[in-house]
């Protein structure tokens, strides 16, 4: 029943920008912290960024950060990544995900901290 559906992915050319955008249904969206991850073809998947389900909270991998925001619109079940500057090396997969509670916590780059996720949008970054 719940339902995690991302979208806003594309190729890009480096140094240009995506919004990403992730929606939930089936699950009580502002009562979960909501993360972001990426997978590129045989690396792990990596933590991108977490927020607090009031949103008053954020955390961004150091790879990002000054890069990539994460926001939340919990009146519409919405959770977003604006991306700038991208870079070559943010080609992945990205998905949302979302948490076991409404914190972050202290492991919010670990996956197994999540309990529902998305299929994920690619997201393609040329030179």
């Known amino acids: 029943q719940v339902q995690v559906v991302e979208s806003g992915g594309g190729l890009v050319q480096a140094g240009g920008s995506l919004r990403l955008s992730c929606t939930a249904s089936?699950?009580?969206?502002?009562?979960?912290?909501m993360g972001w991850f990426r997978q590129a073809p045989g690396k792990e998947r990596e933590g991108v960024s977490c927020?607090?389900?009031?949103?008053?909270?954020?955390y961004v991998s150091d790879s990002v950060k000054g890069r990539f925001t994460i926001s939340r619109d919990n009146a519409n079940n919405i959770l977003y990544l604006q991306m700038n500057i991208l870079k070559p090396e943010d080609t992945a997969m990205y998905s949302c995900?979302?948490?076991?509670?409404?914190?972050?916590?202290?492991?919010?780059?670990?996956?197994?901290?999540?309990?529902?996720w998305g299929q994920g949008t690619q997201v393609t970054v040329s030179s």
């Open positions: 995900a979302a948490n076991r509670d409404g914190s972050c916590g202290g492991s919010w780059t670990v996956q197994y901290e999540y309990k529902y």
């Open positions: 089936g699950l009580i969206f502002d009562a979960y912290a």
């Open positions: 927020i607090s389900a009031s949103g008053r909270s954020t």
